[in-house]
């Protein structure tokens, strides 16, 4: 059974960075497709960024300041966040996706994280 556990959020202020993390055990984390979502409050769950056989993809609110990786060695993916603004306040979730394809959409993936938060000052 896989595990996720996501760690590195925190609070920052406007143009900051974090890195978050997502540590995997319980399955061959190489073959996994991984994936990173958000949800602030009282908004519903959205799409950051993936990685799997299908590369790497990013949301447009996201895409030229996150960075997404994964270190198949230390079973890890991560999610490298610059330049940060007081929209990207929410809860971060990791997910794990076992076709390997790393999407864009939540329904394709196995099992999830329970989050971590990032809150940006302004």
């Known amino acids: 059974q896989v595990q996720l556990v996501e760690s590195g959020g925190g609070l920052v202020q406007a143009g900051g960075s974090l890195r978050l993390s997502c540590v995997t055990s319980g399955d061959t984390f190489s073959s996994l497709g991984m994936g990173w979502f958000r949800q602030a409050s009282g908004k519903e769950r959205e799409f950051v960024a993936s990685i799997g056989w299908r590369g790497t993809n990013y949301a447009r609110s996201v895409k030229g300041r996150f960075t997404i990786s994964r270190d198949n060695a230390r079973n890890t993916a991560y999610l490298q966040m610059n330049s940060l603004n007081p929209e990207d306040t929410a809860h971060y979730y990791c997910?794990?996706?076992?076709?390997?394809?790393?999407?864009?959409?939540?329904?394709?993936?196995?099992?999830w994280g329970q989050g971590t938060q990032v809150t940006v000052s302004s």
């Open positions: 997910a794990a996706d076992r076709s390997g394809g790393g999407w864009s959409t939540s329904t394709q993936y196995d099992v």
